[in-house]
C-alpha cells in the first residue's frame, strides 16, 4: 500500500485559504484521522489527495510519485464523501457489486466480498432495497460497504459515521478499523469528532485554518498538546493566565493575576514570560471543602490551589460534568464518572486541584488567546 505524502499544499477559494501550506505524511498501511473544526480544510486535504480538487501549489505524492496531476481513476484511490451518490436503480446489493463487476472479479470472489461488507455495514435485511427506500443512515452505510468493496489500495472517508444512530456508531468504529487493517489498506479518515478519532487512529493530524498543528498518536495528541488550541480541542481544558514565575526541574509554577500560584509540568519557556496554563477537565478534581460539625469541629481541609462553589452538576451518563464557580479565576469544570454524582450539589464548597504533571504551560501566542481557542 502506498505512502501518501502532502508536499506544502495550497487552495484558496478567496476567502479564507482551505489549505495554507498543508503538509503530511500519512504511512503504508497507516489509518490516520484528520482532526479539526468546521472550515478547517480537512474535506479539501481529502479531495486534494483523491484528485477531485487541484492544489494551487504544492504536491501529492503516492510512493515518491507525484500524482498531482494524475487523473482520479489513475490514483488507486477511493473516496467516501458526506454525499452518498448511490445508484438510484441499484439495489444495496448491486451498488456494493459495481466495482467488482467493472474490474471484472471472478463472480465467486466479488459474490463473498460483497457479502462480507454488507454484513459488517449490517445491512443484510436490506440487500434488495434500494436507495429511495432507505434512511439517511442506511445510504451511508451502503456508501461505506462500497466504498470497502473498491479494492483500491488508498481509502479516504469523509466523515464516514456522522449520519449513524449513536450505538450503531460506536459498534463500526472498531469493525470498520479492523477490516481496513485486515484488509491492508493506507486509510484516511476526517471527523470533527475527538473520541472517533482518539479510538480508531493509529496516528491524529490536527488541522486549523488549512494547516497541520499537530500529529502523534492518540495518547501523545491527548497528554502532550502543542498548542492550546490543541489541548482544547482534543479533551476540553480549563486555561488560566498568569506570569511563569519558576521552572524546576519536572515541575513549574506560574502566578496568576490575582497572585494565586499554580503548579504544572516542566517546560522551556523562560520564567518571567506569560503563559497559559492548560489543565483537561478529566484531570481537574474538586474535592469537597468539610463542613463543621459537633463531632469534628475543625475538621481536616482538603489542599488544593483555590476555593469554590459549584454552580451545577451535569449528567451524561457514564460521565458527569461538574461546573465550578471559583474565586477570582471564574467557572472551572471537572469530569469524573457518573458514580460521584450524588457526592456533588449546587452550592457546594469545594477546592480546585490537579496533579502538577497533568498541566500543559505554553506561551501566550502573539494573537492572543480569544483568537488561539476560537473553532474557526
Known amino acids: 500500500m502506498p ?17 495554507d501550506g498543508l503538509s503530511l505524511t500519512v504511512n503504508d498501511g497507516e489509518y ?15 479531495r486534494m489527495i483523491c484528485g477531485l ?27 467516501l464523501s458526506q454525499v452518498y451518490s448511490l445508484f438510484p436503480p441499484k439495489t444495496v446489493y448491486e451498488n456494493v457489486m459495481f466495482s467488482p463487476e ?8 466479488a459474490r463473498q ?16 432495497s434500494y436507495p429511495i427506500q432507505l434512511s439517511g443512515g442506511q445510504q451511508q452505510r451502503t456508501a461505506l460497504a462500497r466504498a ?6 488508498v481509502l479516504l472517508l469523509d466523515e464516514p459515521l456522522t449520519a449513524l444512530d449513536a450505538r450503531l456508531r460506536l459498534e463500526l468504529r472498531q469493525e470498520l478499523r479492523s477490516l481496513v487493517k485486515e484488509m491492508g489498506l493506507t486509510a484516511i ?50 486555561i488560566f493566565l498568569g506570569k511563569l514565575r519558576s521552572v524546576d526541574g519536572a515541575f513549574s509554577e506560574t502566578e496568576l493575576e490575582n497572585g494565586m500560584v499554580i503548579r504544572a509540568r516542566g517546560t522551556d519557556i523562560p520564567a ?70 450524588d457526592d456533588y450539589k449546587a452550592g457546594d464548597e469545594v477546592m480546585v486541584s490537579w496533579l502538577p504533571e497533568r498541566a500543559s504551560v505554553f506561551e501566550i501566542p502573539p494573537e492572543g488567546m480569544d483568537t488561539e481557542l476560537r473553532l474557526d
Open 148 to 153: 470497502l468493496a473498491s479494492s483500491s489500495e
Open 189 to 238: 479518515h476526517v471527523t470533527h469528532d475527538q473520541d472517533e478519532a482518539l479510538e480508531m487512529a493509529d496516528r491524529i493530524a490536527i488541522i486549523r485554518k488549512g494547516r497541520i498543528v499537530q500529529t502523534g498518536t492518540p495518547m501523545e495528541v491527548f497528554r502532550n498538546p502543542k498548542t492550546p488550541f490543541v489541548s482544547n480541542f482534543v479533551g476540553r481544558s480549563n
Open 113 to 128: 466480498l460483497v457479502r462480507s461488507m454488507i454484513k459488517m455495514v449490517h445491512m443484510e435485511h436490506k440487500v434488495s
Open 272 to 341: 518571567g514570560t506569560d503563559v497559559a496554563v492548560a489543565v483537561k477537565i478529566g484531570s481537574t478534581r474538586f474535592p469537597p471543602i468539610q463542613i463543621p460539625t459537633e463531632e469534628k469541629p475543625e475538621p481536616e481541609q482538603p489542599k488544593g490551589y483555590f476555593r469554590g462553589r459549584v454552580e451545577r452538576v451535569l449528567f451524561e451518563g457514564a460521565t458527569i460534568t461538574i461546573e465550578v464557580d471559583a474565586e477570582g479565576i471564574g467557572m472551572v469544570s471537572s469530569k469524573l464518572p457518573s458514580r460521584r454524582y
Open 53 to 79: 480538487t487541484k492544489p494551487d501549489k504544492g504536491k501529492v505524492l503516492f510512493d515518491g510519485v507525484d500524482v498531482t496531476d494524475m487523473p482520479v481513476s489513475e490514483r488507486s484511490a477511493t473516496m
Open 32 to 46: 490516520l484521522c484528520i482532526l479539526g473544526p468546521t472550515g478547517s480544510g480537512k474535506t479539501t486535504c481529502l
Open 102 to 109: 467493472i474490474k471484472e472479479w471472478d463472480e465467486k470472489s
Open 3 to 19: 505512502e501518501i505524502v502532502l508536499d506544502g499544499l495550497f487552495k484558496d477559494y478567496g476567502d479564507n485559504p482551505a489549505a
